[in-house]
């Protein structure tokens, strides 16, 4: 997957009410010596006056694709007006529509007119809706991206709405604007939208949010400066830090299943800047996570440290991976062998050689790089001991920047066909050895027919024979005869009291069936 087919290839707004359907902003929009509303070649003749109807024409210069450097294009506001202005029964839910090689997502909102105190119309809008304009071919984890950031930002617009009329101000500025560039002569005259993002804060806003999207993936803004806006595209944030590999949700998601007390994280960022990029309102436990976390301390020695659970530590390690602020390893310690990562880029870029210089003064990350063309461990002999503090930050800074990777040593236990043989045996030889624990009844106590009793004159026939299958009997249903012993104890010694006169050898045994 391409990284260009991650960026989307406009942002429409479009609005419904009683004037009926009107785009009345989109971005990124063409300069009107290339405007794609001119889909056909420029007439010989500037005099010639072409003919809508005229298909015949027109469709011999029509392109395949509504895509233009990257951009979109062949489709006029007036019809990107009447795909997007839904009806009602349409708003609240997904909406989605593809065009050849383009792909539309949105969430269009519903809106209620609203009165002000004298009676007057306070807003007419009844619809609007943000449109995400993607090519076709990406992945549809990426739709589902979009159409959660639409749904978003419609909520964001639609509380200030509601709370301030902000969304009826800004179509008022908006349609100003566009009026005021229409109106210029014809040699002044710029894209109708081009006045529109100087003036309009949610033009800029929506500028804001292509150029985010198309750089970092990542979103931090303030709607009409009140509510904020966080979002995060995981497949281009991860991008940026694993350029040869395509990395999905669902893999993020398997990823946080695995995480194990003995694990750690290592963070891809600097820790102080993404406390200040946290909003005021964030969670005291994710601060406090963040400056106790260390790449030498496990999952089990946060938790401690920050006084919080260990769920409680993998569900905030969960939001910061998915952000792509961290990555779990295992905790840096003397016993790791580190080798060069094979996604190492040769050369290595000079900005990383002067970054690393800058971090470490007088070390050469060249040098420091071919130390590791072998697997070594980070354990420095003992006349050089003072330098392991600067040694561990030198393996921290080289795995932050994903220049060395930790080897792993496992162990595969492999069984002869003789030794799988003997193992089922055992197993089938255990669960028989259940199957008769379960099904022999307990000892119960009913008096002088017990089965306790039963056993003693078994044991009392006088042959070894009835002894010795009276112990098999008795240590065979160990398991019960141990729970109900402290109960049946006292019974038993008054029934040894009443034969002691009469049997003696009856007596001895019963003492032996105790004992045992």
Same mark, same amino acid.
């Given at each position: %997957? ?16 009683? /004037? ?7 971005? +990124? ?20 006056? !072409? ?11 029509? /392109? ?6 990257? @951009? ?19 708003? &609240?839910?997904?909406? /989605? ?13 519903? *809106?209620?007119?609203?009165?002000? /105190?004298d009676g007057q119309w306070k807003s007419t809008i009844t619809m609007f809706h943000i449109v995400f304009a993607l090519k076709a071919v990406v992945n ?13 930002? &419609?909520?964001? *617009? ?11 101000? #800004? ?13 210029? +002569?014809?040699?002044? #005259? ?64 398997? $990823?946080?299943?695995?995480? !194990?007390?003995?694990?750690?994280? *290592? ?27 260390? +790449? *030498? ?25 998915? =952000? ?6 295992? +905790? ?20 990383? @050689? ?13 040098? !420091? ?6 697997? $070594?461990? %980070? @354990? ?25 990777? @930790? ?13 799988? =043989? ?21 000892? !119960? ?10 056993? %003693?004159?078994?044991?009392?026939? &006088? ?44 007596? $001895?045994?019963?003492? #032996?069936?105790?004992?045992?």
């Amino acid at each position: %997957m391409g990284e260009d087919i991650l960026d989307p290839l406009c942002i429409i707004v479009v609005k419904s009410g009683a /004037e009926g359907g009107k785009l009345i902003f989109k971005y +990124p929009f063409f300069h009107p010596a290339n405007d794609p509303n001119e889909d056909d070649l420029p007439p010989p003749n500037p005099y010639t006056m !072409r003919i809508s109807e005229d298909l015949l024409n027109v469709r011999v210069n029509v /392109e395949p694709t509504n895509i233009r450097n990257n @951009q979109l294009f062949g489709f006029t506001d007036e019809i990107l007006a009447n795909m997007f202005a839904v009806s009602k029964q349409l708003c &609240g839910s997904k909406f /989605e529509l593809k065009v050849n090689d383009v792909r539309f997502v949105g969430h269009p909102i519903s *809106l209620e007119p609203s009165k002000d /105190e004298d009676g007057q119309w306070k807003s007419t809008i009844t619809m609007f809706h943000i449109v995400f304009a993607l090519k076709a071919v990406v992945n549809y984890s990426v739709v589902q991206c979009y159409h959660e950031l639409s749904h978003r930002i &419609g909520l964001a *617009l639609k509380h200030e709405e509601m709370r301030v009329g902000y969304l009826s101000q #800004q179509t008022k500025c908006l349609i100003a604007a566009v009026d005021e560039v229409s109106s210029l +002569p014809e040699d002044q #005259q710029e894209h109708l939208f081009s006045l529109a993002v100087e003036r309009s804060h949610l033009a800029k806003d929506v500028q804001t949010i292509y150029h985010s999207l198309c750089s970092s993936g990542e979103i931090r803004l303030y709607i009409n400066k009140w509510i904020e806006l966080s979002f995060c595209l995981p497949h281009k944030m991860h991008k940026l830090h694993f350029p040869n590999s395509s990395i999905e949700p669902e893999s993020i998601f398997e $990823c946080l299943e695995a995480l !194990r007390p003995y694990h750690t994280l *290592l963070f891809l960022v600097d820790e102080n800047e993404l406390l200040d990029s946290l909003s005021t309102d964030a969670s005291p436990a994710l601060r406090r996570l963040i400056r106790q976390s260390s +790449p *030498l301390k496990s999952f089990r020695t946060l938790s401690i440290d920050t006084d919080l659970s260990l769920m409680q530590v993998f569900h905030l390690t969960g939001h910061l991976l998915y =952000w792509n602020k961290v990555t779990v390893i295992y +905790p840096i310690c003397e016993s790791n062998i580190y080798v060069l990562s094979p996604h190492l880029p040769t050369p290595v870029p000079k900005l990383l @050689q002067d970054k690393f210089s800058e971090k470490f003064v007088g070390e050469n990350l060249l040098e !420091r790089l071919s130390s590791f063309s072998l697997p $070594c461990r %980070m @354990q420095v002999p003992p006349p050089l001991s003072l330098h392991q503090t600067k040694v561990t930050e030198t393996i921290i800074w080289l795995l932050k920047h994903c220049l060395i990777v @930790q080897l792993h040593t496992y162990v595969t236990l492999g069984l002869t066909p003789d030794m799988d =043989w003997n193992r089922r045996m055992e197993e089938e030889r255990e669960e028989m050895d259940n199957d008769i624990l379960i099904t022999f009844d307990p000892v !119960r106590n009913t008096g002088a027919g017990s089965m306790a009793d039963s056993y %003693m004159e078994q044991s009392v026939g &006088g042959s070894d024979a009835g002894s010795y299958t009276s112990d098999r009997l008795i240590w065979s249903v160990g398991g019960e005869i141990r729970s109900n012993e402290v109960s049946n104890k006292g019974k038993l010694e008054d029934i040894v009291e009443q034969e002691k006169g009469s049997d003696e050898n009856k007596v $001895c045994t019963s003492h #032996q069936i105790l004992e045992r």
